[in-house]
């Protein structure tokens, strides 16, 4: 379960099933967001190297997979819509206070990061084995392969950087919060809605 408290109610795929243009408008986002936080990070944390390589490699993976997303809208015969608001990101970034020191902040955006990599790849799971188009199953089973990995990725960086102990604290924390964030959702063609 990728660590997650909480599954994705399955009810969730008939709802997204009536409007495949709007989780597919809305994916198209969450994948250009995963490249924009990659860059915002290198932007940040220069220093740090070996984050800086995985955030360049990952940045052209997210911006791939956003442009798997757009030729799916194009084959539909769409064209890509405005971006839709992420209440769930939104909601989930409230819990870790303000400020802090450098490494704080970096520790916070990595946990942030990989919680919401560790959703993404549920959904896309659910997705993958419960649609009833066979052309999108197969897309959300490859684009849930290739996303598996990011969750870890940004979890051992967390550890890398900041103190084991309290990492894994912050870890457990936000976990129990998005669960209470989640028993609100699963209503909307969202990907995180
Ligand atoms: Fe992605
Ligand atoms: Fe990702």
Redesign the pocket.
């Known amino acids: 379960m990728l660590g997650l408290k909480l599954p994705t109610d399955p009810r969730w795929v008939n709802i997204v099933e009536k409007n495949v243009e709007e989780i597919l408008t809305d994916h198209a986002y969450?994948?250009q967001k995963?490249?924009s936080t990659a860059i915002s990070l290198i932007i940040g944390f220069p220093e740090k190297s070996e984050l800086v390589k995985e955030m360049v490699a990952l940045s052209r993976?997210?911006m791939?997979?956003?442009n798997m997303v757009h030729e799916k809208i194009l084959e539909r015969g769409w064209t890509l819509g405005r971006e839709r608001k992420d209440e769930y990101v939104l909601e989930l970034m409230k819990f870790f206070p303000k400020g802090g020191s450098r490494t704080t902040h970096l520790v916070h955006k990595l946990l942030y990061a990989a919680l919401i990599?560790a959703r993404?790849c549920e959904r896309f799971r659910l997705l993958s084995e419960e649609m009833s188009d066979p052309d999108l199953c197969e897309f959300y089973r490859k684009?849930m392969v290739?996303?598996a990995n990011?969750y870890t990725m940004f979890l051992q960086f967390a550890r890398k950087y900041g103190n084991r102990e309290e990492v894994d604290k912050k870890w457990q924390d936000l976990l129990n919060y998005e669960a209470e964030i989640m028993k609100k959702l699963g209503k909307k063609e969202t990907m995180h809605g």
């Open positions: 969450c994948e995963a490249a993976e997210e791939g997979h956003f990599e993404s684009l290739s996303e990011h």
